[in-house]
């Protein structure tokens, strides 16, 4: 058996039809998929998500709350620390199964710990030298170029992170028909991997997913640390879109006693995630740019299962029935692959 996840960062999942992702919709017609889509871990951004995703827990269990981490002194990239725990590259090893990764932002080499992979790209987890998307991403053509060069699909597990959605998304707005037309040539690259897949379709599983939504930006930049500072309250804050972590903070009723705080939610004892008004950003960011993720409001992820393998049925009837989590992949990829992911 092979296994393929795919990932097409902040697709919404209110795009998948014919007429926008032909190739996904004709992979979910001929497979399954869940019409209401999946669910996000909170934070709803890119890297606690993928962390989620390789290792079947949320993130009060691998760590990864919002895109950056904090150190005990400051807040860093995700990517310089990784996940707690095991992963599915670990187990994959483990098990003597091979496994691959090709990722747009390359980051996302050291947020899932995919160095842990028999393979993957770019090497190092730092930008390549090849085509870039608007935010210096590598673009699709590139991704699709390093699945050649890798050899990624020869792998038993593969992993494949397309960007572009994601950056336009944040340029335009998740509902702009430059967004849309984005969205339709990711999805053109998206069926040239299953084009190349198909010498082994028959023994293949494959899984794509969005890692979050995104929602139009209306009012800019909430300092809620500066708050904290004015009112003498604990806590340092790490700004994520629309939504904003509190490691060390006041407690939820003080949060959300102030007005421009529509919801909180403790996600461990030290951190803490709150929201604001539907489109509302948190911290500074740049006015020509239309659309953000964090907040609850964008917790929904596309959610896709295909191949000519028997157990393709099996899994589409599951997230037909329940809409599958983040957290649930992983665990859905470790029984596929017999392996023995540790919780």
Not at 115 to 131: E, L, M
Not at 189 to 204: A, I, Q
Not at 215 to 228: I, K, M, N
């Amino acid at each position: 058996m092979r296994v393929i996840f795919v990932v097409i960062d902040a697709l919404p999942n209110r795009w998948v039809s014919e007429k926008w992702t032909p190739n996904l919709w004709e992979i979910a017609m001929n497979g399954g998929w869940s019409p209401k889509g999946g669910r996000a871990v909170l934070s709803t951004a890119t890297y606690p998500n993928h962390a989620s995703f390789v290792t079947g827990r949320d993130p009060s269990s691998h760590g990864i709350f919002v895109n950056r981490v904090w150190n005990g002194s400051e807040f860093i990239i995700s990517s310089q620390i990784g996940p707690k725990g095991d992963t599915i590259f670990k187990a994959a090893k483990r098990a003597g199964v091979s496994s691959a990764a090709v990722v747009g932002d390359h980051n996302l080499i050291g947020v899932m710990g995919a160095d842990h992979a028999d393979v993957c790209w770019p090497h190092d987890g730092k930008r390549p030298d090849v085509p870039l998307d608007e935010f210096r991403y590598a673009a699709d053509t590139s991704v699709l170029d390093a699945v050649d060069s890798t050899d990624l699909l020869e792998a038993d597990f593969s992993f494949v992170h397309f960007n572009e959605p994601d950056t336009v998304c944040h340029m335009f707005g998740p509902d702009a028909m430059e967004t849309r037309e984005r969205i339709r040539k990711t999805d053109a690259s998206l069926g040239t991997l299953v084009e190349r897949s198909k010498p082994h379709w028959e023994d293949t599983v494959i899984i794509v997913v969005s890692d979050h939504d995104q929602e139009e930006v209306v009012e800019y930049g909430y300092d809620l640390a500066d708050v904290f500072s004015q009112k003498g309250l604990p806590g340092v804050v790490e700004n994520e879109g629309t939504c904003a972590v509190v490691v060390d903070g006041p407690d939820r009723n003080t949060l959300m006693s102030f007005d421009e705080i529509e919801g909180a939610s403790i996600l461990d004892d030290r951190h803490t995630l709150v929201w604001g008004k539907s489109g509302h950003i948190f911290g500074p960011w740049l006015e020509d740019f239309h659309g953000s993720h964090g907040s609850p409001r964008t917790s929904t992820q596309v959610a896709v299962v295909g191949g000519g393998h028997p157990k393709v049925n099996e899994l589409a009837n599951l997230i037909s029935k329940e809409r599958p989590s983040a957290v649930d992949w992983a665990w859905h990829i470790n029984g596929l692959l017999e392996l023995s992911l540790e919780n």
